[in-house]
Each structure stands twice: as structure tokens, then as C-alpha cells.
Nanobody, 119 residues
């Protein structure tokens, strides 16, 4: 069974930084796209950033220049470095990945990690 486990959330003041990490484990053959989504209270879940296996990245406009997504293919991990955080970045952040495993190929979600930015 494939699992995505996130870490690194927490409480930080505006202007501060946090680094989120997500590790995929299980009977994995290959991890394709990895991504971070977020969901604030009362709002829809939105894509923050994604990265292909080859390293091509894509960002939500509002985080461009402040957040950096990276991955380690050998370890099946993805990271989100978040700098210059703003109160509007407060949300639950979810790791998402397309995984080819012994169970076939499908998208998986992590359990989510809370990021709170105080003003």
C-alpha cells in the first residue's frame, strides 16, 4: 500500500519561512508528478506547485518567487520551501503524487499538514 507522509508544518510569523516535506513509501515502481495543494477554511483546494520527474515546475501565481518545490527521485520525496510567508498562506497543505506501484498507477494524497501564518 502506497502512503504519502507529510511533515514540517507549524506556526510562523508573517515574513518567516517553513519547509514542508513529503515522503512516498510502499511497493513503488515509479513516482511521476509530485505536487503540493492547500485548502484554507471555506475555500476550495488549490494547486500550489507541482514538479515533474524531470524537474519541470509550475507555481500558483501568488506564491511565485516565494515558494520553491523540489524533489529527490531516489528517495521519492518532495519538498516545498516557503519563504516570505503571508497570513493568506494559512491553510492545510497536502502532498499529492502520481505513483506507479504494485497496486497499479493512480494519484495519492497525504494526510495534510497545517501551516498557520500570524500577522
Amino acid at each position: 500500500q502506497v502512503q504519502l507522509v507529510e511533515s514540517g508544518g507549524g506556526l510562523v510569523q508573517a515574513g518567516g519561512s517553513l519547509r514542508l516535506s513529503c515522503a512516498a513509501s510502499g511497493n513503488i515502481f515509479r513516482v511521476n508528478i509530485m505536487a503540493w495543494f492547500r485548502q484554507a477554511p471555506g475555500k476550495q483546494r488549490e494547486l500550489v506547485a507541482d514538479i515533474t520527474r524531470g524537474g519541470r515546475t509550475n507555481y500558483l501565481d501568488s506564491v511565485m518567487g516565494r515558494f520553491t518545490i523540489s524533489r529527490d527521485n531516489a528517495k521519492n520525496t518532495v519538498h516545498l520551501q516557503m519563504n516570505s510567508l503571508k497570513p493568506e498562506d494559512t491553510a492545510v497543505y497536502y502532498c499529492n503524487a502520481h505513483v506507479v506501484s504494485g497496486q497499479g498507477d493512480r494519484w495519492y494524497w497525504g494526510q495534510g499538514t497545517q501551516v498557520t501564518v500570524s500577522s
